[in-house]
């Protein structure tokens, strides 16, 4: 694990993602996804992180109570149409234990994960993510929609959509987010044809939203 030399010029591009996430709180102040349009908390916490590290698939991270692993990377075959955009899907399975004395909240929601992609912020966020990992890994999948109880270890699926046609991904992890901590971050950067193909999806492709192999 090394620090990141570039943690100031990408941390801005991450701003711009990180206003469309909806947070249990900043500093003292609840924030909600009602009012975070309103709220410039998001950024001030965001700004306060002191360290940003890359780290390797398969490499544990830390911190304050929080470990984690990236076990996996994979790129989905399938695409959608959102609009005028094409959409591609990654997912991520992680192995976190929470070692705190606190429920800890792992999700994108929680501004636990983010995503440069080419060089752009991309939030990714959908509420479409529950059910593509359902389809692709099963509806017995874990995710982390649940906080994970104190002492608790739960390997599952993070979520990302992308740009269909993406070349390289930073994906931005905050162990200690869900514990409204910043202080430290992870980036694991990979190239498309660097990923994973996803493994046969459990189920067949019936979200009707333009799905192509």
Known sequence: MKKSRKWTQTLSL???AALLFAVPGCGKKEVTGRDLADETDVATAVTEITNL???EKGEEVSSKDITATLDHAYLSPYTFV???EKIGITFFQM????GSDQKLIANSLSQSFGGVVDGEAYSGISVRGTRFISLQFGEDAEMFNDPIEPGGTRQGYVYLEVPADFKELTLYYYPA?????WTDGYTYEMKREDMEPTPDPDAPDDTGNGGEG
């Open 53 to 55: 590290y890359t780290a």
């Open 95 to 98: 192995t976190i234990h929470n």
């Open 82 to 84: 959102d609009g005028d």
């Open 177 to 181: 987010a869900g514990l409204v901590d």
């Open 14 to 16: 991450v701003l711009g």
